[in-house]
């Protein structure tokens, strides 16, 4: 049995006092979610603040983005054991906006991942392809090639700590959603693909969130998919009323 994670994606947005507005708006709408996981990725000028206000709470702290180096002269970066030390339980590696934006390749993303379990953080690692990989038939030759690469060198018992995101970039702030069916092909595709690496017992208790343009009008159909185990939200999370209600999936 995989516990549901929702998981919502600042991104470059919220100060201080706008994140701690946004998640005292959560806490009250929150209730009993004993079985499903929240998180929240706040940028890192926030973590802190935003750490000690889900402390004891059911909400879970991730950030946006690691470093696969532990210490050093690497100016504007930020080690994994920094984001254990203001709350972090996880941090989300590989989004397509690092890997477009940013230049993050499998083999970086790679690194990053490895980083973050040897430092006991949890990774969730995006995966997706473009537009046109999916218009000439190559998405999920793609996606698994991104779950291949993403994971060399992680053990069976690493997997454990790993969460996958399947994130169509063309969904990705476009309002453009998969349908439900076509996300879920691809995630019994991620999941074969892990079959392979690590046996089906193994691959059977790792989660693989939908992310891309989650909202709360279709929030319930993704989430009755088999494969599909949760929802990596950007947009809609940063309202309380949309994120909660996604939360709150059926
Ligand atoms: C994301 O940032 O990972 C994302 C899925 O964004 P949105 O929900 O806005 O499409």
């Known amino acids: 049995?995989?516990?549901?994670?929702?998981?919502?994606?600042?991104?470059?947005?919220?100060?201080?006092?706008?994140?701690?507005?946004l998640v005292a708006g959560l806490l009250a709408g929150l209730g009993q979610v004993a079985d499903r996981e929240v998180v929240v990725c706040p940028p890192y000028t926030a973590l802190y603040a935003i750490g000690e206000q889900v402390a004891g709470t059911p909400i879970t702290l991730g950030?946006?983005?690691?470093?696969?180096?532990?210490?050093?002269?690497?100016?504007?970066?930020?080690?994994?054991?920094?984001?254990?030390?203001?709350?972090?339980?996880?941090?989300?590696?590989?989004?397509?906006?690092?890997?477009q934006?940013?230049?993050?390749?499998?083999?970086?993303?790679?690194?990053?991942?490895?980083?973050?379990?040897?430092?006991?953080?949890?990774?969730?690692?995006?995966?997706?392809?473009?537009?046109?990989?999916?218009?000439?038939?190559?998405?999920?030759?793609?996606?698994?090639?991104?779950?291949?690469?993403?994971?060399?060198?992680?053990?069976?018992?690493?997997?454990?700590?790993?969460?996958l995101a399947y994130e169509p970039i063309w969904?990705?702030?476009?309002?453009?959603?998969a349908t439900a069916a076509d996300a879920q092909a691809m995630h019994a595709a991620i999941r074969a693909t892990l079959a392979e690496l690590y046996g089906d017992a193994v691959a059977q208790t790792v989660r693989i969130q939908y992310g891309g343009s989650v909202k709360p009008d279709n929030v319930d159909e993704l989430m009755s998919q088999t494969d599909i185990d949760g929802a990596l939200v950007g947009g809609a999370s940063l309202k309380a009323d949309s994120f909660l209600r996604i939360i709150h999936f059926q």
Not at 3 to 13: D, L, R, V
Not at 135 to 159: F, H, K, P
Request: proline letters at 3%; hydrophobic letters at 40%.
């Open 171 to 177: 969904a990705i702030g476009t309002g453009d959603t």
């Open 1 to 21: 049995m995989r516990t549901p994670i929702i998981a919502g994606n600042w991104k470059m947005y919220k100060t201080v006092a706008e994140g701690r507005e």
């Open 63 to 99: 950030a946006q983005e690691v470093f696969s180096e532990s210490q050093g002269a690497f100016t504007g970066a930020v080690a994994p054991q920094m984001l254990r030390d203001v709350g972090c339980t996880y941090v989300i590696v590989g989004h397509s906006e690092r890997r």
């Open 101 to 163: 934006i940013f230049g993050d390749t499998d083999a970086t993303v790679n690194r990053k991942l490895r980083a973050a379990l040897d430092f006991s953080l949890r990774p969730i690692m995006c995966v997706g392809e473009s537009k046109p990989q999916r218009d000439s038939g190559q998405a999920e030759a793609i996606v698994t090639g991104q779950v291949r690469a993403g994971l060399v060198d992680v053990t069976a018992t690493q997997l454990l700590n790993v969460v």
